[in-house]
């Protein structure tokens, strides 16, 4: 199955309600297979099958965010860019995911920090 590739872009607009032409890319993942938990550290761990997505991802002009949904229908979602530019081990096919989780209770209060200095609320 080709799984390859940016799913989304959001742009933001500026205080006149025009298109700003600052962006964030989403890649969406769906399922159980995606993210494991290591019980003794209470860590999610993301691993990637091919490492042309990290290449591919950190080569984007914007920002990736990465966003999983579960099984039981939990979504997290995390700056992956970000965390790629300042990992150690770059040739590693997994990475920490410190998502945080987004659900109806925290929609109302969470947001996404962009570089650009802009910001999304959920």
């Given at each position: 199955m080709f799984d390859y590739g940016i799913d989304g872009e959001v742009e933001f607009k500026d205080n006149d309600?025009?298109?700003?032409?600052?962006?964030?890319?989403?890649q969406?993942?769906?399922?159980d297979s995606y993210l494991r938990q290591r019980k003794h550290?209470?860590?999610?761990?993301?691993?990637?099958?091919?490492?042309?997505?990290l290449?591919?991802?950190t080569a984007q002009p914007c920002d990736v965010y990465l966003?999983?949904?579960?099984s039981a229908e939990t979504i997290r979602w995390m700056n992956v860019t970000a965390y790629l530019k300042t990992r150690r081990?770059?040739?590693?096919?997994?990475?920490?995911?410190?998502?945080?989780?987004?659900?109806?209770?925290a929609s109302g209060t969470c947001a996404i920090?962009?570089?650009s200095g802009h910001t999304l609320m959920l």
């Open positions: 309600g025009k298109p700003s032409g600052q962006k964030i890319y989403v969406l993942k769906n399922g550290e209470q860590k999610y761990i993301f691993d990637f099958k091919n490492l042309r997505h290449t591919y991802w966003v999983i949904r579960d081990n770059k040739q590693s096919k997994q990475i920490t995911f410190d998502g945080e989780k987004l659900d109806a209770p920090a962009i570089s």
